[in-house]
């Protein structure tokens, strides 16, 4: 993923400016703070709204994101998604037993409210875990194990994207306001 979500703005430097001009350095403490809370609201909004639109966990989703924090120096943090596609095992997969005379096709749902059919597709336990497998001869071998999307492109979804910038964005209006009254009643500066 690597789409702008939420920046500091010439405004939100403006605000920070005129309500704390006579304090030294603490416009960019409550810039950074400010923008290090929208960076968490980020991640976590991105794990909420991927988890709508695709039937994965959310701890899958967390465990590829990565935050770069800003500092009162150095006024600008990342949010990043990197990871391979995930295991079709990952997502809803019914039935998810094993069992090799089975009939029926096996059923998955990538995507929240829309199960498909895969009829050469079986599952098999692989060290310790039940994985989805597709013969690819008309024989038993070769076989090759199938795949979902990656977390960065659920991430990168338009959807996704668009709800996580907006509410970035008021994540950073809120709490620029917030560390500002912090740092003027004198309880957050040092």
């Known amino acids: 993923m690597s789409t702008r979500l939420i920046s500091v703005d010439e405004s939100h430097i403006e605000r920070a400016n005129r309500m704390l001009h006579g304090l030294s350095g603490a416009a960019p403490k409550a810039l950074s703070r400010a923008l290090n809370r929208s960076l968490e609201n980020a991640r976590s909004n991105a794990v909420k709204k991927v988890r709508e639109e695709y039937t994965v966990r959310a701890r899958d989703v967390r ?13 600008e943090g990342e949010v990043r998604s990197t990871g391979r596609s995930l295991p079709l095992s990952a997502f809803s997969v019914a039935p998810k037993t ?28 692989v060290g310790g875990s ?12 070769p076989i090759r194990q199938l795949f979902g999307p990656s977390v960065p492109q659920m991430i990168g979804n ?32 040092k």
Do not use: C, W, Y
């Open 63 to 75: 465990q590829t994101i990565r935050l770069t924090r800003s500092k009162p120096n150095q006024l």
């Open 98 to 125: 094993v069992n090799g005379k089975r009939r029926s096709p096996i059923r998955v749902s990538v995507r929240k409210g829309s199960k498909q059919g895969m009829n050469r597709a079986f599952v098999a336990r």
């Open 130 to 141: 039940v994985r989805v497998f597709e013969r690819v001869g008309g024989r038993r071998l």
């Open 158 to 189: 338009k959807t996704v994207v668009d709800f996580v910038s907006i509410e970035a964005r008021k994540t950073m209006d809120v709490r620029l306001d917030h560390e500002i009254k912090r740092i003027l009643d004198g309880a957050d500066f």
